[in-house]
C-alpha cells in the first residue's frame, strides 16, 4: 500500500509540535520549581532571605531544578532495551552522569576565576554559582543525552559528528 507524503509530513509536524509542548511544559516546571525555591524555603527555615542566606537559596535552587528535570526523565523516559534495563548498566550510568556534572561545576569554576572571580575569597559562592550554572546547563542534557560523548558532540557541535578516516 502506497504512503501518501502528505501523510508523512503531517505526522512529522504533529511530532515536532508535541516535542515543543513538551520542551515548553518542562521549562515552565523548571520556572516554576525555581518560584517554589524562593518561598518554600521561608516557611521551614527562620530568618530566610534570598539576599542574607543566598548560599542556602542557590543550593536549595539547585536541588529543586535537579529533581524537576530528573522526575520529568523518569515520566517521560524513552524505551530501554533489555541490555540498558539492567542494574548494573544504569549504576553505571548514573556514576558518569555525576562525574559529568561534577567535571562541569569544576570547568564553569575555572572559567568564572579566569573571567575576574575571586579566587580565595569566595570560593563557595564562585563555586556554587557554578553549582547553579551546571544544573541549568547540564542536568537536561544528561537526562536526555546520557553520559554520551558521541550524542553530544553530535547535538552541540556545528555540522554534527564527521569521523573522517
Not at 515536532?16 to 518560584?35: A, E, N, W
Not at 544544573?135 to 556545528?158: D, E, M, Y
Request: net charge positive; charged share 10%.
Amino acid at each position: 500500500m502506497p504512503v501518501d507524503p502528505g501523510q508523512i509530513a503531517t505526522q512529522e509536524n504533529t511530532m515536532k509540535d508535541t516535542d515543543i509542548k513538551r520542551l515548553l511544559y518542562t521549562h515552565l516546571l523548571c520556572i516554576f520549581s525555581i518560584i517554589l525555591s524562593i518561598f518554600i524555603p521561608s516557611l521551614f527555615l527562620e530568618n530566610f532571605s534570598i539576599l542574607e542566606t543566598h548560599l542556602t537559596w542557590l543550593c536549595i535552587c539547585s536541588v529543586c531544578v535537579t529533581a524537576v528535570n530528573l522526575v520529568l526523565y523518569l515520566v517521560v523516559k524513552p524505551n530501554a532495551s533489555s541490555r540498558r534495563s539492567s542494574l548494573s548498566y544504569k549504576v553505571t550510568r548514573f556514576l558518569k552522569c555525576c562525574i559529568y556534572f561534577l567535571m562541569s561545576c569544576f570547568s564553569f569554576h575555572i572559567i568564572f576565576v579566569l573571567y575576574g572571580a575571586p579566587l580565595i575569597e569566595l570560593v563557595l559562592e564562585t563555586f556554587l554559582f557554578a553549582v547553579t550554572l551546571s544544573t541549568f546547563t547540564t542536568v537536561p542534557c544528561l537526562c536526555l543525552l546520557g553520559p554520551n560523548i558521541k550524542a553530544w558532540l553530535r547535538v552541540f557541535s556545528r555540522n554534527g559528528l564527521q569521523i573522517v578516516p
